[in-house]
């Protein structure tokens, strides 16, 4: 099982849209600051996520919501969550 996965940063606000295939370690590393891309974007809290059967269909779910980002249908999608 793959996860798509949306966090949302306490300090900005702003999201970071991701998929992995071990989601509880995922979101303990992106916390502890040894990811990269939101080491200074923490503490992130998980506003959505997503189960797919594939990795490709992970990756094809997370572009998509990337696309969106920032748009009233990424804000209802994260909502429903």
Sequence with gaps: MFWVYVLQSLIDNGYYIGHTHDFEQRILRHNSG??????????????????CKTKSEAVRRERYLKSLKGSITFKRIIRKA
């Design 34 to 51: 040894r990811v990269k891309s939101t080491k200074a974007r923490k503490p992130l809290v998980l506003v959505f996520n997503e189960g």
